[in-house]
């Protein structure tokens, strides 16, 4: 079975901010339209919760037919996007419709003429397994498109306050359910927390033990997530606590600061740097001005990590660009390694807080002064707290 991963929209008069995430939890990774834009053509339509879809916004309509000047405007297309492939949509019908047997014949012989555009008939998802070359330089686009034509789906103003009621009531349904469930049960619950791969082993050996011997009936489902779509699972209900660090986008969660953990350089406990570091009151670790590192080797934070993009500012603020031995999301060997004598690196200082060194190495406070994260427990905006799920917030702040 062929998984469908675009979303072929053609004439629709509304479309909601919120379509690239509906169309990401269904697999749908390309959007074609007509109506919205009157001034893109490829560009990344971006949802309020950070989701993305590659959309194509069709310029010539998708009733169009082949003539003479069907490609013309080709050559432009993929020099602004640095594609191969251009896109025409081409049929007669309203609503789609299908090829007449005189599209196909001119098409065919366009394949002929010797000073004109490789005409090839095609599908949606080739072209746009094509475009997504020109990805990087397609605009992003972050809003709702085409909100005009009264009466259709999201022009409605009575419409949309309607559904915000209907939502706002099942989810006091959901909560008074949930309360009723602890009552009749005598808390026989299921509890579903995510949490980073790095932060696995803090809150398996710190929290599950004390928790289990406080909740003997609740059922901890426990779930490694990751920072790009941990809001979503949220908010659609698959999580009901995630445990991670600001910052957070979408304001349909909450939560609860845990604690504040300083992001630290990591160096061997004989490198030079340990000598010149200064002491300051307002420092946890000796502070070192990372000016002084130019010439350093670093182990890299990976750039699927959220610490990646905090350690880039350091640097740029620092004013120069680090040589880099190689990128890791394992911050635990990365550190190892350092002791060993091999390099720098940068730390959640809790992340390692459990390791147990063969020679232990030297960590420094960074930044104006210190450089910190503000770890939390997130959950719903108006979600119902079990007294379980409010134990397990208070034991993570221990953690």
């Known amino acids: 079975m062929k998984t469908l991963i675009y979303f072929q929209n053609a004439d629709t008069f509304g479309h909601s901010a919120n379509l690239p995430e509906i169309d990401g939890f269904g697999g749908v990774k ?43 405007f080709a050559p432009a297309f993929c020099e602004r996007f640095g594609v191969e492939y251009a896109l025409r949509v081409y049929g007669v019908g309203d609503h789609g419709g299908g090829p007449t047997r005189r599209d196909i014949l001119r098409a065919l012989d366009m394949q002929t003429w010797p000073i004109y555009a490789a005409v090839e008939f095609g599908t949606f998802h080739r072209f746009f397994e094509s475009a997504e070359k020109g990805i990087e330089k397609a605009p992003i686009v972050e809003r ?48 579903r927390i995510g949490f980073s791969s790095i932060r696995g082993s803090d809150f398996i050996l710190g929290i599950v033990p004390r ?13 490694e ?41 990591v160096a061997p406990s004989n490198h030079p740097i340990v000598s010149m570091a200064e002491k300051r009151e307002e420092c946890n670790y000796p502070w070192v001005d990372l000016r002084w590192l130019q010439d350093e ?25 680090p040589k880099i031995h190689f990128y890791t999301r394992n911050l635990e060997a990365a550190s190892m390694l350092v002791a060993e004598g091999y390099g720098l690196t940068f730390t959640n200082i809790k992340y390692i807080s459990h ?45």
């Open 297 to 321: 080797q670093f182990i890299m934070v990976s750039k699927e990590l959220r610490l990646h993009a905090i350690v880039e500012s350091l640097f740029e603020q620092a004013g120069f660009t």
């Open 30 to 72: 390309y959007y074609y339209h007509c109506r919205g834009l009157d001034d893109q053509t490829l560009y990344r339509w971006r949802a309020p919760s950070g989701a993305e879809v590659l959309a194509y916004c069709e310029p010539f309509w998708y009733n169009g037919s082949i003539d003479g000047d069907f490609a013309e």
């Open 211 to 223: 928790f289990t011997a406080l909740h003997p009936n609740v059922h901890l489902q426990l779930s």
């Open 225 to 265: 997530v990751n920072y790009t779509t941990f809001e979503n699972t949220l908010l659609s209900g698959q999580l009901d606590i995630v445990l991670f660090n600001l910052p957070i986008k979408n304001p349909g969660i909450e939560y609860q600061i845990l604690a504040y953990d300083e992001i630290v350089l």
């Open 144 to 191: 709702e498109l085409n909100p005009l034509f009264l009466g259709c789906y999201t022009t409605q103003s009575r419409i949309k306050k309607g559904n915000r009621y209907a939502e706002r009531i099942l989810d006091l349904k959901g909560n008074l359910d949930r309360e009723l469930d602890d009552i009749v049960s005598a808390n026989n619950e299921t509890l």
């Open 355 to 399: 390791l147990t060194f063969k020679h232990q190495p030297a960590f420094f406070s960074i930044g104006s002064p210190s450089t910190f994260r503000t770890f939390v427990a997130g959950y719903r905006k108006n979600a119902y707290l079990s007294p379980a799920a409010q134990d397990i917030i208070r034991l993570s702040k221990n953690i």
